[in-house]
């Protein structure tokens, strides 16, 4: 192992006003609360967005006061000093995904109003734009986005701070009707409940014979999904502590946009094009995106499983399955210094260039859970230890997540908490071009590597990306465990791998099987099934100092038996069959493994007792938007990892781009 560096500059954790993640989820986060009547499955009515940051990129509007007070379909009649083209280009077009935005947005909110059964859903904007209701209109009306919403609501207390659509003509009023916005706590959950108990007040059209919003006089809290990039505005400080039950929260990054390094962008589809698939299939069926507290565990069936192969190597995630959220150390991004510091830590083993305090605090950030008696991290330890022993059958365990800080990064990390001498190997895709991707341990030691990544694991917006990474795995062991060259027995049992002999641990239910858009998009006729995986859950809760979060996670983060549930189902995975469509023909059947003469006993004696056993658990597979690793929404992307603008990358009818396929007018 490397000897730890010192340098006159530390890393540190960010004090208490500045709490923040390191990373980001790059693609939105659905979830649903709990709520009574809840296993009724009420449909969603009424689609809320967020306007800054959550429909546009960033927000940028020109300073002219007619755009803030006159309602106006051209840019034109503003006398604006920019072209509007340009002007929709700025705020709603991406550098970071091909094709044109505006018309993905367009597809994405002419479903979301089509409702099942033939009902249509209402879709409204709240925002705390200061340009206010009529300046968020005009905006959507360059870009031709208005006709899919019913009303605009500003959080101001003024008059004619709401727009409202009354047929094809937009008109303003005051919200709530009758009533100072000022009686009502000024935040957004609150607000919706207040719609909630009074939809005439902020829906003037339900006063008309229209029967388009009729439903909405019937409105509960369930019935709404608010979509947003802010995680605060989900969950209410007021006295009444009001709790929006279904949400989307919208991804924060940074990046090089319009020639210039922005901070806090967001978007929805900004970064990932799923988001808009996963918001259409959440407000379809939104019950479908509950993570119940625990682990589960599953085994598929394959050819060959009544023989009941061992498992031989165990596959974790990082973020939210090893750590409850990850962060990572930080320092002055305008300090030379500082910033020669961030890279030590992510390209030396061992660096501890971090302050005792500090290291304290990264540690119960990243690893302590506060919603359980007891150390964590010593319990991760008691179970690791326990399942790469065995019971007469030696594993190994990996680390395989997406981050930008590297492998030796998240190394460090580990053995900030101890935990690092459990693993052999940690493999990190998405890695920064000047960090290594790759760590494994011989004999000597920690030592880096680079990943022998093709180009469908290594492609970022591949989904299934882990179970791609685990098939190449047992397809040439030795090219992602540099250890096997080495003679020895320490290693001997990962020279044969199937997939049956891999179980994957992780928070994202992607992880464990590709879809069939990203086999179609490849041409590829291959599968890539994990026979056998552990489901570890989300959550949303208030976290320590930070207030409310969502996509927590975290093996034991809730719930002891997890520790149990893991030792259990990796010595004995058959007892978790669960029943599955058909059997995975690509996975190599086991029957010509040959097992020590006491395991083939204890196979043939065991088999019947277990058939009972393989009908427990239901097939269930939801489908969650996919991350590129990482965590809270709060957070900062490091400079070194952004993803720089190139030219030819907005949309193709505005002097900011050359995009041939917009079709903006």
């Known amino acids: 192992m490397q000897p730890p560096m010192q340098r006159q500059c530390s890393l540190s954790f960010q004090g208490k006003s500045t709490h923040q993640a ?8 659905c979830f649903e609360r709990y709520f009574e009547g809840r296993e009724k499955r009420p449909p969603v009515k009424l689609v809320v967005f967020d306007f800054d940051e959550t429909l546009t990129l960033l927000t940028l509007m020109p300073n002219a006061k007619h755009l803030t007070t006159q309602i106006g379909a051209s840019g034109a009649n503003f006398r604006l000093t920019v072209k509007q083209d340009d002007l929709v280009s700025w705020n709603f077009e991406s550098p970071f995904t091909d094709g044109c935005r505006v018309e993905k947005l367009k597809e994405c909110l002419s479903k979301l109003r089509s409702g099942g059964n033939g009902e249509q859903r209402t879709l409204s904007i709240l925002t705390k734009n200061e340009g206010g209701a009529i300046a968020c209109l005009n905006l959507l009306i360059m870009a031709g ?16 701070n709401a727009c409202y659509k009354d047929g094809e003509t937009w008109d303003t009023f005051t919200c709530p009707r009758g009533r100072s916005l000022s009686t009502i706590y000024s935040h957004k959950a609150d ?54 039950l279904r949400c989307c929260k919208v991804a924060r990054h940074d990046g090089m946009h319009l020639n210039k390094f922005q901070f806090n962008m967001g978007g929805l589809g900004a970064r990932s094009l799923n988001d808009y698939e996963t918001l259409e299939e959440f407000v379809n069926a939104p019950w479908k995106f509950r993570d119940e507290l625990g682990v589960r565990c599953s085994e598929l069936p394959f050819d060959g499983d009544n023989l009941h192969p061992p498992v031989k190597l165990v596959m974790f995630g990082y973020g939210e399955t090893l750590s409850i959220s990850t962060f990572m150390p930080e320092g002055d991004r305008f300090s030379k210094r500082s910033q020669e510091a961030i890279r030590t ?7 501890t260039d971090i302050g005792p305090e500090d290291m ?16 964590r991290i010593d319990k991760l330890k008691a179970m690791l230890s326990s399942i790469v022993g065995g019971e007469g059958q030696r594993r190994s365990l990996a680390v395989l997540t997406k981050n930008s800080y590297g492998a030796v990064a998240l190394l460090n990390m580990l053995m900030l908490a101890d935990l690092a001498e459990h693993f052999c190997a940690i493999w990190t895709l998405e890695a920064g071009p000047d960090v290594p991707n790759g760590v494994y341990k011989d004999a000597e030691g920690w030592k880096t590597f680079a990943l022998p990544v093709t180009g469908s694991a290594g492609d970022e917006s591949h989904k299934g990306y882990k179970a791609t990474v685990l098939q190449e795995v047992q397809q040439n062991p030795g090219a992602w465990f540099p ?77 002891d038996k997890d520790y149990e549930l893991l030792r259990d189902f990796v010595e004995a995975p058959w007892n978790s069959r669960r029943l599955d469509v058909g059997r995975d023909s690509s996975i190599r059947s086991a029957d010509s493994y040959t097992y020590p003469d006491e395991i083939q006993r204890r196979v043939s004696k065991d088999h019947e007792s277990n058939l009972d056993n393989s009908l427990r658990s239901e097939a269930r597979v939801s489908q969650i938007s996919d991350r590129k690793m990482l965590v809270l929404s709060g957070s900062y992307i490091d400079l070194e990892s952004v993803v720089v603008e190139q030219p030819g990358k907005q949309c193709g009818n505005c ?11």
């Open 22 to 29: 390191s990373h980001r989820t790059a693609a939105v986060r």
């Open 145 to 160: 986005l208005d006709k899919y919403f019913s009303a605009i609501w500003s959080m101001e207390a003024k008059d004619s």
């Open 191 to 244: 607000i919706l409940y207040d719609v909630t108990q009074n939809p005439q007040d902020w829906f003037p059209q339900l006063d008309g014979d229209s029967q388009d919003l009729q439903g909405l006089l019937e409105l509960r809290p369930e019935h709404i999904v608010l979509v947003d990039d802010v995680r605060s505005n989900f969950q209410s400080t007021s006295p009444m502590k009001a709790k929006l």
């Open 345 to 351: 830590f992510k390209n030396n083993i061992g660096c």
């Open 360 to 375: 304290k605090q990264l540690i119960k950030y990243n690893f302590e859970s506060p919603y359980v008696e007891g150390n």
């Open 483 to 559: 250890q096997l060259k080495a003679s020895g027995v320490e290693w001997a049992h990962l020279q044969e791998l199937n997939l049956y002999n891999c179980v994957l641990v992780d928070d994202e239910n992607e992880s464990f099987r590709r879809t069939k858009a990203s086999l179609e998009q490849e041409g590829s006729c291959q599968t890539s099934k994990v026979p056998r995986y552990i489901k570890v859950a989300h959550f949303e809760d208030e976290y320590r100092d930070l207030g409310f979060c969502v996509h927590l996670g975290g093996i034991g983060a809730k719930s």
């Open 655 to 665: 002097s900011a781009c050359s995009r041939a396929s917009c079709n903006l007018q």
